[in-house]
Every structure is written in structure tokens, then in C-alpha cells.
């Protein structure tokens, strides 16, 4: 008898089953990127955590508990996935 | 038809844009350049300060007086009040009497009305309107850190494109929701500073430098009020800044940045002392917290609702308007 049994969310946009295409983040989730020659190096000793504060990972990457009591269900912008892939 | 409650969008319509994210950036300069001060409005605060600094050195002629604040880093919102310091060789000047007969001098000379004295406080100033202008100003007396502070931000605005504009939304944002005033809990002005130039520092995409941070100010809002209203860790991460970059900290490392009463509190480590934290004053981050979370809710929701919608039914329709209020007197 629940009513969600039925619903299966899934967005054709990102394949992700947690929300449908009409909320997908990546709607307004998109960076207008810099042209090759324009770009620098990765600041890489500059990767801090917004969840613990140490050093060396992004707040979505964390190991630790999570801080904040909001969830965080489709990911932030602090990710290691928002890096360039030829940096990854 | 356009509405005028967000008076930003006449005459700048953005809907026919591909990407939600640039017409959002488009936006947010649209606002920025609409609540920037005109040539003539700087050329007036520019001889009031002038007059009232004149009157400074008649008075007192070992003291000078300085600006700091939002008006010393081109940071103000219309109609905010210009910050000033009162400083002199013999570093005299901050006791009642000096107050009082600074306030006296300045109704004598009529470059003062509304004159209010505030000799008891933590910082004592005296606030007044100058009757010419009808500007509102507030002197405080021998401090120098307001002017440090003003330098370093001034440093940061050169080295960081996009922070002047990302901040004016913030502090917009803030003022509309009366979440602004330290004496109430809110973010002071030097704290968003502080947030919105450790987001920019810290943020993948600027690290990596694959992003022009100009050209992308749509995404980043959203990307900041995310980060400070659903994931930063309020219990445990402590914000340090220095001139040259920003950087955090688990609290626990410096008991100076916890709070005695609470865990979850924002510490902003002070670039000029170590063990004092900026924020301090602003005891009511869970409400800020909130309201970051529900400004992005809010504009998130908004991107689905305009990215769905036809063009026709896109026109003269404002995806800022949602979040930011303007309520001040037409520009
Ligand atoms: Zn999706
Ligand atoms: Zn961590």
C-alpha cells in the first residue's frame, strides 16, 4: 500500500536515482570554462575540508562524521569530481 | 510588463539565455552596477568627509581622521553610514570630553544635526547626519585596526576578481533579512568579507583555475550560499584568513576559536591576532545558517522553474528578485 513503492525517481540527464530530471542540479550547476592556454597549475596545497578543517581533501570527501545536520544528497561544488579530470 | 520590485532587470533582460547559470551571472551585474554609486554621489561623500575632516583639525590640530569600513573598500550599500576614526599623536582623544566638545564643534560649525553622543560603550562614538548630504556618520577615536583591516581587503579586492560582487549580495541579502547588525547576532561587514574570500579561495574550480570567477558569478552564489547554509561544519572548522590567502582549521587546534557557551559557532581567525576571532559578536549563525539555506532552495527551485518554462513566458522575469529585496529609494 505505499505510495511510493511505485515511484521510481530517475534522471535522464545525470543517471542519478535521487531526483528527476526536472530537479537536476546539473540545470544550473555548469561553469563556463576557460579556454586552454588561460589556465594554471592546480593549487593543490590548498585543498582544505569544510567538514573537519584538516587539510588534503574537500568537504563532500571527508572520512570523518558529517558536521552539518543538512543532508547532502547530491554533492556540492566541494568535491574532488568538480576538479578538471586531468588533475583527478 | 515589467515589475518594478526588482528595478535591477529594467532594460536588461537576460531570458533568452542558453544556460540558466549565465543568465544568473548577468543578473547579479546588473544588481551590482545598479546599487554602485554614481560619479556624483562619490564626488558628495568625498566633500562631506572632506568638511568634517577640516573641522577635525581646526579642533584638534595633532588629530586626523580617517576613513575605514564599507566606505573605505567601496563596499557600501546606498545609504549605509560612513565608518570614520579619529586618531592623534598624543592618542587623547577617545574620553567624554573629547566627545562631547568634538560633537559641539561640529553643531557650532552646522555640519552636524541628529547629534548623538555614545560615551559608555565597548567603542565610544558619536553618530551624526550631515545636514548638507544627509549622510550618516559615526566617528569613533584612536582605534588603527579598522584602517588595517580596510587595507587588507582592499588588497584582496585587487587579487580576487568577483569578490566585490559576490560580497554586495551577501551583505544585500543579509541587510534585508536584518541579519547584518553585530549588536543583534548578525554578520558584521568584515566577516562576509572574510566568508566570501575563503569560498573563493578554497573552491575547486578556482584552484584548479579552470574557470574565470567573473564570468561565472551565477553558479558561484549558489555554490556559496550551499556551502554556508547546508555543508560547513559550524561545530568543528575555524575560517583563517591572511592577506595573501585563506585557509581553515579544525577548532580544536585553538581554544580561543571555540565558543564557551556553544560548538556550533563561526570563528574567522583575525589576520592580526591569532587567538581572536572576528565573528565572535555573531551569536546568531544558526538563523544565517538558515537563511543561506533558504536562499538557495529558493534559487535552485527558481533555475527548474525558468529552465522549464517557455522564452515567451521567461521575459522581464528576474531569478535574484526571489532572494534579494530592495527596499531602498529608487536609483
Ligand atoms: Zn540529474
Ligand atoms: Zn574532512
Known amino acids: 500500500q505505499c505510495p511510493h513503492k511505485w515511484r521510481r525517481i530517475f534522471c535522464t540527464l545525470c543517471n542519478s536515482k535521487r531526483h528527476s530530471r526536472d530537479r537536476c542540479p546539473s540545470i544550473w550547476r555548469s561553469y563556463y570554462l576557460l579556454q586552454g592556454n588561460r589556465r594554471r597549475a592546480l593549487a593543490i596545497h590548498k585543498i582544505y575540508c569544510y567538514n573537519c578543517g584538516e587539510k588534503g581533501h574537500f568537504g563532500d570527501d571527508c572520512y570523518h562524521d558529517r558536521s552539518s545536520r543538512v543532508p547532502n544528497e547530491d554533492g556540492s561544488a566541494f568535491s574532488g569530481e568538480n576538479l578538471p579530470k586531468q588533475v583527478k | 510588463t515589467l515589475n518594478t520590485d526588482y528595478p535591477w532587470i529594467l532594460n536588461h533582460d537576460h531570458s533568452k539565455q542558453r544556460e540558466i547559470a549565465d543568465w544568473l551571472t548577468l543578473e547579479i551585474k546588473d544588481f551590482v552596477a545598479y546599487i554602485s554609486p554614481s560619479q556624483e554621489e562619490i564626488t558628495v561623500r568625498n566633500a562631506t568627509i572632506g568638511k568634517i575632516r577640516r573641522a577635525v583639525k581646526e579642533l584638534w590640530p595633532d588629530a586626523d581622521l580617517h576613513v575605514f569600513g564599507s566606505f573605505a573598500t567601496d563596499l557600501y550599500l546606498p545609504g549605509s553610514d560612513i565608518d570614520c576614526v579619529v586618531n592623534s599623536s598624543a592618542g587623547d582623544k577617545e574620553n567624554r570630553n573629547c566627545l562631547y566638545s568634538l560633537a559641539s564643534f561640529l553643531k ?8 548623538e553622543v555614545i560615551a559608555k560603550a565597548r567603542v565610544p562614538i558619536i553618530k551624526f547626519v550631515e545636514p548638507e548630504s544627509q549622510i550618516h556618520i559615526d566617528v569613533s577615536f584612536e582605534r588603527t585596526n579598522g584602517v588595517e583591516a580596510a587595507k587588507i581587503i582592499r588588497g584582496w579586492l585587487t587579487q580576487t576578481p ?29 566577516s562576509v568579507i572574510c566568508l566570501v574570500y575563503a569560498f573563493l ?50 577548532k580544536q587546534k585553538n581554544s580561543n576559536l571555540q565558543n564557551p557557551r ?33 536562499a538557495f532552495d529558493l534559487l535552485t527551485n527558481r533555475c527548474f522553474e525558468l529552465d522549464a518554462a517557455t522564452f515567451k513566458d521567461r521575459v522581464g522575469k528576474s531569478i535574484l528578485g526571489n532572494v534579494i529585496k530592495y527596499r531602498g529609494k529608487e536609483r
Open chain 2, 262 to 294: 556553544t560548538s556550533f559557532s563561526l570563528a574567522i581567525q583575525d589576520p592580526g591576532d591569532a587567538n581572536n576571532n572576528i565573528s565572535r559578536g555573531s551569536f546568531n549563525i544558526r538563523d544565517i545558517k538558515k537563511a543561506f539555506a533558504g
Open chain 2, 108 to 115: 557650532r560649525r552646522k555640519l552636524a544635526t541628529q547629534v
Open chain 2, 162 to 190: 568577483g569578490l566585490r560582487e559576490l560580497v554586495l549580495i551577501v551583505k544585500q541579502f543579509l541587510s534585508a533579512r536584518r541579519l547584518n547588525n553585530v549588536h543583534t547576532g548578525g554578520l558584521g561587514g568584515f
Open chain 2, 201 to 250: 579561495e578554497l573552491h575547486p574550480r578556482t584552484l584548479s583555475a579552470d574557470i574565470s570567477t567573473t564570468e561565472n558569478l551565477g553558479i558561484l552564489l549558489m555554490d556559496l550560499f550551499e556551502l554556508y547554509g547546508k555543508n560547513f561544519g559550524y561545530d568543528h572548522v575555524a575560517i583563517a584568513v591572511q592577506s595573501d590567502g585563506a585557509s581553515y582549521l579544525p
